[in-house]
Nanobody
Framework: VQLVESGGGLVQPGGSLRLSCAGSGLTLSNNVMSWYRQAPGKEREFVAFISSGGGVTNYAGSVKGRFIISRDNAKNTVYLQMNSLEVEDTAVYYC???????WGQGTQVTVSS
């Protein structure tokens, strides 16, 4: 079982990135999926989740209104669209099953001018 994130990188404040999480050996449509992040020197924190069908989402207060979680079950992929990025969003972002059993390797997002 693997969750593979992609799409991270360096972006200026106010910019956008879209992260992808592809499942291998795991049918993501059977799972509520989440994104977490960990900034340097800080604890890992919840960012967003999406129900298995995609109809229910929830966000951390710090990203609400700026980030959008979505999924394409036909592609076995979950996305995190990140808009209006701030320096404080700099972190390694992880795709996770909601029961925290399976984690991706993480993708680095750096917001800097």
């Amino acid at each position: 079982v693997q969750l593979v994130e992609s799409g991270g990188g360096l972006v200026q404040p106010g910019g956008s990135l879209r992260l992808s999480c592809a499942g291998s050996g795991l049918t993501l449509s059977n799972n509520v999926m989440s994104w977490y992040r960990q900034a340097p020197g800080k604890e890992r924190e919840f960012v967003a989740f999406i129900s298995s069908g995609g109809g229910v989402t929830n966000y951390a207060g710090s990203v609400k209104g700026r980030f959008i979680i979505s999924r394409d079950n036909a592609k076995n992929t979950v996305y995190l669209q990140m808009n209006s990025l701030e320096v404080e969003d700099t972190a390694v972002y992880y795709c996770v099953t909601a029961n925290l059993k399976y984690w991706g390797q993480g993708t680095q997002v750096t917001v800097s001018s």
